[in-house]
């Protein structure tokens, strides 16, 4: 991959690329990218655990309020539910499993996956067929093949807004400018400071009321702004649920984070320098939220809710269910509980982890994922 990036750097005009290339290489490249090659990458042998990793309840959890938007929404007779980034196709996997006790609700639906990655297409199919419910399936490279026509249903995704690429950018004594890599004299990629690319404004953070201390870098999250415009266009009725760690935009760019979230994940190690292990290591930044309901509001998508994934999955029910479980003679419920814990906790993904609902159509209805501890008012 180094290779790779080293002769995009030596081919382009400046002798440099714009940080969002080198990421988008880095993860993306179809041939060298770190998702795009074979690899563990995510559970415990991998870079980084996610919460359908650690527990079918999650996924089942996620079905439970899939089943009563439907409801809501009157029962239609076609419901689509579509994954985006599935990764190992776990969540997708536990809420088809959970859907076909519901028979008119699994009559209904039919599930599409949009993936990037053939590497985990290939695990997906394995997994999904394997739990007899990959005739209900099928797949897709970008969201475009997925919601052609429209859809009407549930846009969801766990840990993708994350992955995608972002801008660098860096407050200067001049302004804004946007962090690009280059070669130094050795042949190490390093940083430099470049303009702005031509689709982020000068004003894009004094516009939005944020005052970044000189010597700031940061992330603007382009790509996913995007994707939550493209989204919400195509969604005719239904909702797009967004779970990953992420923040409002005042505490996602508060005056203690001048070092911004990018961080890459190697064997479950944080390593801070983003243009370390290129094509090894997951790349990520955390999601400003309150970008992607702006966004998503552009796209006539409304908020139906916003709140912490702890109080999401308690308000869907998960110690309830941890309780009922827990009668069930001969139950070691032991691992449960610290999976549990994980997920709830705020030392764990508890609280990082925040669950965003936009939706049409939907009316004022409350969701059950959202009924303790909504906290829209902070957006
Ligand atoms: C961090 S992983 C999360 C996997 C899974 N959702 C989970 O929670 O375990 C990100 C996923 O998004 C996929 N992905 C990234 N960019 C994508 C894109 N533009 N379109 C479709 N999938 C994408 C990756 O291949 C991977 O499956």
């Not at 089942?60 to 029962?75: K, N, P, T, V, Y």
């Not at 303009?195 to 004003?203: A, F, V």
């Not at 290591?281 to 309150?290: G, I, N």
């Amino acid at each position: 991959m180094k290779t790779v990036l080293k002769q995009l750097i030596k081919d382009s005009d400046s002798s440099s690329i714009p940080f969002i290339k080198f990421m988008e290489e880095a993860l993306y490249n179809p041939h060298k990218g770190y998702y795009m090659t074979a690899g563990k990458r995510l559970g415990p042998g991998g870079d980084f655990v996610t919460a359908p990793e650690l527990t079918s309840l999650f996924g089942e959890l996620l079905a439970l309020q899939m089943i009563e938007l439907w409801q809501f929404m009157g029962s239609p007779t076609k419901f689509k539910l579509i994954e985006m980034g599935p990764g190992s196709g776990r969540l997708a996997y536990d809420i088809l499993r959970t859907a076909k006790q519901f028979k008119n609700f699994y009559a209904a639906i039919s599930c599409e996956l949009v993936e990037i990655s053939q590497d985990f297409v290939q695990r997906q199919k394995k997994l999904l067929k394997k739990g007899g419910v990959h005739k209900k399936v099928c797949w897709h490279s970008d969201i475009d093949g997925a919601l052609d026509g429209g859809v009407i249903g549930v846009i969801f995704a766990n840990e993708f807004l994350d992955a995608l690429p972002v801008h660098l950018v860096e407050q200067t004594a001049n302004g804004l400018g946007e962090v690009g890599v280059k070669l130094d004299a050795d042949g190490n990629f390093v940083t430099e400071i470049l303009p702005l690319s031509k689709n982020i404004h000068g004003d894009y953070f004094s516009s939005r009321g944020i005052t970044l201390a000189t010597g700031t870098r940061t992330e603007i999250a382009m790509p996913a702004q995007n994707w939550i415009k493209k989204a919400g266009e195509l969604l005719q009725e239904g909702m797009v649920l967004l779970i990953d760690y992420g923040h409002t935009q005042k505490d996602y760019y508060a005056p203690v984070r001048t070092n911004g979230t990018l961080a890459g994940h190697l064997q479950h190690v944080r390593i801070d320098d983003p243009l370390a292990n290129p094509g090894e290591m997951d790349l990520t930044a955390h999601v400003d939220f309150s970008a992607i309901l702006a966004a998503g509001r552009e796209a006539d998508l409304e908020l139906l809710g916003y709140t912490t994934q702890g109080w999401f999955l308690m308000g869907l029910g998960i110690l309830e269910r941890l309780e009922i479980l827990s009668k069930v003679a001969g139950t070691d419920t032991g691992p449960l509980k610290e999976a549990i814990k994980r997920l709830i906790m705020p030392e764990g993904m508890g609280e990082t982890f925040k669950v965003m609902a936009l939706g049409k159509g939907i009316g004022n209805q409350q969701l059950s994922g959202f009924r303790l501890n909504e906290q829209s008012k902070r957006l």
